[in-house]
């Protein structure tokens, strides 16, 4: 099944230091409907402009491209293609990769399904009057980042 079911994708960035813990490749998914003012994504935001791969194809690309198994999923929005994005992290869960996911959503909006399956989550919407370059992994200080494990979520500390 998941070699028919395909996901949007924007682009791919190896070793940031900036997209949670740890040193992470970073896979962008295209399309975003939130509109945040100031958004340094805002070149991926429309629908159907990215490249539809299957997540069969996407996993080999990523197994040779994330030595260390360490992924953010970003966006856009990748909670706009929640199904996918689940069958995605599933995959990826089961090789043994620790998966982040950013978001614009705020927590309780997260569907449980994907919040049992990530190891961290970043939430909520980036707010350009609450820009704060001196918070860890967020671009505004509204926003969260929350570590996952076996079910308890706990938001980190993201002073530098």
Known sequence: MADRIKIECAGWYNDSC???????SV??????????KGCHNAGIKEHG???LVPIEELMLFIESH????KI????????????????????????GYNVCVYTGWEIERVPENILRL???????????DLKNPDIQYVGSSNQH????????????????
Not at 27 to 36: E, I, K, T, V
Not at 75 to 87: D, F, K, R, V
């Open 18 to 24: 900036d997209d949670g813990p740890g040193i992470r």
């Open 27 to 36: 896979l962008f998914l295209q399309g975003c409907s939130r509109n945040c």
């Open 66 to 69: 994330c030595g260390n198994k």
């Open 49 to 51: 402009k990215g490249t």
């Open 118 to 128: 990530v190891d961290y989550i970043k939430t909520g919407s980036f707010v350009i």
């Open 72 to 95: 953010t999923i970003s966006g856009g929005e990748p909670l706009e293609q929640a199904n996918s994005l689940e069958i995605l992290i599933h995959r990826l869960k089961g090789k």
């Open 145 to 160: 980042m929350f570590s996952i494990d076996n079910g308890n979520i706990r938001e980190l500390d993201l002073a530098v």
